[in-house]
């Protein structure tokens, strides 16, 4: 079994910061592309931002020059520093990776989701 744990999330003024941190666990072999996904009420889930196993980075344009994604390969860790939050970045964040296991090959993850909520 593997398992993708996120934490970090919370209510924040507009224009504050949270860092949202996802750790995977279990039978692991090693983990390619993570990222982190979210979506607001009636929305569609959305990529934010995406790190491949050599710190290649790749943002939304929303939050280009706001947010960094940064992952500890030795930990199996990824994380997602938000700085100047926005109203509009309120939605439920999801950590994701493509997790090589030792038994069953690749396969894709998706962690329980962690609420943010930036207050005008």
């Known amino acids: 079994q593997v398992h993708l744990v996120e934490s970090g999330g919370g209510l924040v003024q507009a224009g504050g910061s949270l860092r949202l941190s996802c750790a995977a666990s279990?039978?692991?072999?090693?983990?390619?592309?993570m990222g982190w996904y979210r979506q607001a009420p009636g929305k569609q889930r959305e990529l934010v931002a995406l790190?491949?196993?050599?710190?290649?980075?790749n943002y939304v344009d929303s939050v280009k020059g706001r947010f960094t994604i940064s992952r500890d390969n030795a930990k199996n860790t990824v994380h997602l520093q938000m700085n100047s939050l926005k109203p509009e970045d309120t939605a439920v964040y999801y950590c994701?990776?493509?997790?090589?296991?030792?038994?069953?090959?690749?396969?894709?993850?998706w962690g329980q989701g962690t609420q943010v909520t930036v207050s005008s």
């Open positions: 994701n990776a493509d997790i090589w296991r030792v038994v069953g090959g690749l396969f894709n993850h």
């Open positions: 279990g039978s692991i072999l090693s983990i390619n592309n």
């Open positions: 790190i491949t196993r050599d710190s290649s980075t």
